[in-house]
């Protein structure tokens, strides 16, 4: 039988994942910003879509929250 040393916690993170989790936080945040910008247009875009600012408003918290699943 083989003996432990250390605590067993010891964890080491590849480059490799540090690169794919920041790609992912920053097309993450960068869509998030992307959808809170139909907030500062949202008159003009209920004007061009034919819906009301409640409309809009359930689109982008659909948004953020089908982001925030990924």
């Not at 590849?14 to 920041?22: E, T, Y």
């Not at 992912?24 to 998030?32: K, P, R, S």
Request: aromatic share 6%; charged share 15%.
């Amino acid at each position: 039988m083989r003996e432990r040393t250390g605590s067993g916690n010891e964890h080491r993170v590849s480059v490799r994942a540090l690169v794919v989790w920041g790609t992912g936080a920053l097309v993450c945040l960068i869509a998030v910003m992307d959808g809170a910008t139909l907030g500062i247009v949202g008159l003009e875009a209920a004007d061009r879509f034919h819906v009301d600012p409640a409309m809009l408003t359930a689109f982008c918290l659909v948004q953020i929250v089908v982001y925030m699943m990924m």
